[in-house]
């Protein structure tokens, strides 16, 4: 499995850090039980931006590497699996943040690109409402961080009070921490029950919240 974690300035640490922990084990894992060279391309997670750089500055400051740019729909290396973390939504921060990145309208487009080809996307807190920018979430069963439930409704998605929302090609996940519980949820489904839970353990985190699935 592929996974690219779309990272932008003033993104928050744990929306893109957390889940890219948790695929980063599962990947290791499954190559341990398949016998694969970790080397030979059969899965990655990495850190991806729309512009080749070197480094992004997350919300709290960290300085995170960047591995690449985001591949365009179709292309050999695109993911499977794109992960949109939030971060600085609510305060409106008009210069690094999700809200900014909506604004500027580069992001939203690149994820409707993206939806439109098939790549399965997933949100953690205010990632979501980048993709209500682009309008994946348009009648679409989803949710975000708490203090954006009101204007992902408004925007035309059918909030549900849930931790992790499976609306099929597209995931969402509530406040910050709940980019754990979906990132363990993609690991069961990829890669099994035992996977998922080995990681839960080496991370020491309980999975407590149930997941809204498919209708």
Partial sequence: ???DVLLYDGFDELDGIGPY?????AIGYAGEEAGDDPSDGGGRVRYVTLEERETVTAS???RVGVDGVLPEPGDDDAPDLLVVPGGGWNARDETASAWAEANRGAIPAALADHHEAGTRI???CTGSMLLAESGITDGRRAVTHAGAVDELRESGANVVDARVVDDGDLLTAGGVTSGL????????????EAIADRVATVIEYE???EVAGRE
């Fill in 21 to 25: 922990e948790v695929f980063d084990y």
């Fill in 60 to 62: 709290h400051g960290t």
């Fill in 207 to 209: 999975r407590r919240y």
């Fill in 1 to 3: 499995m592929n996974v």
């Fill in 181 to 192: 519980d979906l990132a363990l949820y993609v690991v069961e489904l990829e890669f099994g």
């Fill in 122 to 124: 997933a949100s953690v």
